[in-house]
């Protein structure tokens, strides 16, 4: 069924110009194999809608949770659900679930007032709800960790998860919110027993750590997860990091969850004009060769703006350089009656020469000068604009000294013609 679909794909389904530059490795469209059905990639589940207003699933209606351990089990329903539908990996929130451990402390609390009223004081009942809510969350994320790592979906492997871990200022359940990614990291740190019963990485979920004010080692009050992030990472290579200041900057004030492949929705709004990411997805993902593209598709694309540069730097350079020239010579018949008078007081023909060189050499190589400096100054930015386009520092800099060297070449030739006949005017009426 791959093969028939990734055939269809790239016969009839694609432009013929996309097929053809998958065929010549300048792109790759992923997921062929599956584009012939009418399912997408991956998306972002909109696990708070469905958690807070139910969802339905093979034709029955599963209600809002009202604890934290039915909560991650519908959301491993829904992850399997999902993950049967599409063809692609999907990210989950978990800033969702904050609400969700809060109802289970205040279903705690309220059992355990109720079965030990003037029976213990306010601090062992706090305590009694504290273990309680701390064995809810434990069970609760342990469920989402087995249930990834074993359900199997309807094209036979594991479903591809990443858990975004994000902590939003203003947000109500941030506590509960905190309590949860610490739980995660910690499991996560442990890892999961093989069949031998040795603990190992888990291939899924995938965790997404988010990087902000509140938690970037520099005192905030969630420092201490990010510690406990560092060191999951060094020993499980999880989680990734994403800095939210960057996000905010990129994606117009907002921080969302990445697709499973690290790649991000653009900012889409509503009808209502609020920004909107969960509950999208995307289709038809293909990735760059840069590496092709270079030597090709960047030389048909750059070549009309190297022509119009060297062609407008060529004329801007003559115009400059003749300006000069005859400002010189004009200069020259100027000067002309001032040289007869200081030959005839005892000026000999050398110093002329010399007066005329130093007069001439100001002219010209003060504004090279000016464009040396402002090259050195200029250099670090077209390096990193040439970088983009992978044309590595040594051929930047190794173009540059050439160009340099023929600028300074021409110009030199002109002082020297210049200078000859600024001399000879005032030689010929001296």
Same mark, same amino acid.
């Given at each position: 069924?791959?093969?028939?679909?990734?055939?269809?794909?790239?016969?009839?389904?694609?432009p013929e110009?996309?097929s053809?530059?998958?065929?010549?490795?300048?792109?790759?469209?992923?997921?062929?194999?599956?584009?012939?059905?009418?399912?997408?990639?991956?998306?972002?589940?909109?696990?708070?809608?469905?958690?807070?207003?139910?969802a339905?699933?093979?034709?029955?209606?599963?209600?809002?949770?009202?604890?934290?351990?039915?909560?991650?089990?519908?959301?491993?329903?829904?992850?399997?659900?999902?993950?049967?539908?599409?063809?692609?990996?999907?990210?989950?929130?978990?800033?969702?679930?904050?609400?969700?451990?809060?109802k289970s402390?205040?279903?705690?609390?309220?059992?355990?007032?109720?079965e030990?009223?003037?029976?213990?004081?306010?601090?062992t009942?706090?305590?009694?709800?504290?273990?309680?809510?701390?064995?809810?969350?434990?069970?609760?994320?342990?469920?989402?960790?087995?249930?990834?790592?074993?359900?199997?979906?309807?094209n036979?492997?594991?479903?591809?998860v990443?858990?975004?871990?994000?902590?939003?200022?203003?947000?109500?359940?941030?506590?509960?919110?905190?309590?949860?990614? !610490?739980e995660?990291?910690?499991?996560r740190?442990?890892g999961? %027993?093989?069949?031998?019963?040795?603990?190992?990485?888990?291939?899924?979920?995938?965790?997404?750590?988010?990087?902000?004010?509140?938690?970037?080692?520099?005192?905030?009050?969630?420092?201490?997860?990010?510690?406990?992030?560092?060191?999951c990472?060094?020993?499980?290579?999880?989680p990734?990091?994403?800095?939210?200041? %960057?996000?905010r900057?990129?994606?117009?004030?907002?921080?969302?969850?990445?697709?499973?492949?690290?790649?991000?929705?653009?900012?889409? %709004?509503?009808?209502?004009?609020?920004?909107?990411? !969960?509950g999208?997805?995307?289709?038809?993902?293909v990735?760059?060769n840069?590496?092709?593209?270079?030597?090709?598709?960047?030389?048909?694309?750059?070549?009309?703006?190297?022509?119009?540069?060297?062609?407008f730097?060529?004329?801007?350079?003559?115009?400059?350089?003749?300006?000069m020239?005859?400002?010189?010579?004009t200069?020259?018949?100027q000067?002309r009656?001032?040289?007869?008078?200081?030959?005839?007081?005892?000026?000999?023909?050398?110093?002329?020469?010399?007066?005329?060189?130093?007069q001439?050499?100001?002219?010209f190589f003060?504004?090279?000068?000016?464009?040396?400096?402002?090259?050195?100054?200029?250099?670090?930015?077209?390096?990193r604009?040439f970088?983009i386009?992978?044309?590595?520092?040594?051929?930047?800099?190794?173009?540059t000294?050439a160009?340099?060297?023929?600028?300074?070449?021409?110009?030199?030739?002109?002082?020297?013609?210049?200078?000859?006949?600024?001399?000879?005017?005032?030689?010929?009426?001296?």
């Open positions: 069924a791959g093969e028939v679909s990734r055939d269809l794909t790239r016969r009839i389904l694609l110009h996309i053809k530059a998958h065929d010549e490795g300048t792109i790759h469209f992923h997921d062929a194999d599956y584009f012939v059905q009418p399912i997408f990639n991956c998306c972002l589940i909109n696990i708070g809608d469905m958690l807070e207003n139910g339905v699933m093979n034709g029955k209606l599963i209600e809002s949770p009202k604890s934290f351990q039915v909560a991650c089990t519908v959301v491993t329903q829904i992850i399997a659900c999902v993950a049967s539908n599409q063809y692609g990996g999907q990210s989950v929130d978990l800033r969702h679930l904050g609400r969700y451990l809060r402390r205040e279903k705690f609390k309220a059992h355990v007032a109720y030990c009223a003037g029976k213990v004081d306010e601090a009942m706090d305590r009694l709800v504290d273990d309680q809510v701390r064995s809810e969350l434990k069970n609760g994320v342990q469920t989402l960790q087995y249930q990834i790592n074993t359900l199997m979906t309807t036979g492997q594991s479903p591809f990443t858990l975004f871990l994000n902590l939003q200022e203003g947000d109500p359940y941030i506590q509960e919110n905190a309590m949860i990614i !610490e995660v990291l910690r499991q740190l442990q999961i %027993k093989n069949e031998a019963g040795v603990y190992i990485t888990p291939a899924f979920p995938k965790l997404v750590y988010v990087l902000d004010e509140h938690n970037c080692l520099k005192g905030g009050e969630y420092d201490y997860l990010t510690e406990l992030a560092v060191k990472s060094a020993k499980r290579m999880y990734d990091y994403i800095s939210a200041k %960057k996000m900057e990129n994606y117009q004030g907002n921080v969302f969850s990445p697709m499973g492949c690290r790649s991000f929705l653009a900012p889409w %709004k509503d009808e209502n004009g609020n920004y909107k990411f !969960e999208r997805f995307n289709q038809g993902v990735s760059l840069l590496e092709h593209i270079s030597p090709e598709e960047l030389t048909v694309l750059f070549g009309t703006l190297a022509f119009l540069g060297l062609f730097g060529t004329a801007f350079l003559l115009c400059t350089v003749l300006v020239y005859y400002k010189q010579i200069e020259g018949h000067d009656d001032g040289f007869v008078v200081m030959r005839r007081v005892g000026m000999s023909g050398g110093m002329v020469r010399a007066t005329v060189r130093r001439v050499t100001l002219v003060l504004p090279l000068l000016m464009a040396l400096v402002h090259l050195a100054f200029a250099a670090p930015v077209l390096i604009l970088d386009l992978c044309i590595g520092s040594g051929t930047v800099l190794m173009g000294g160009g340099v060297v023929a600028f300074t070449t021409f110009y030199l030739g002109a002082y020297l013609v210049t200078a000859r006949g600024y001399y000879r005017i005032v030689a010929q009426e001296t």
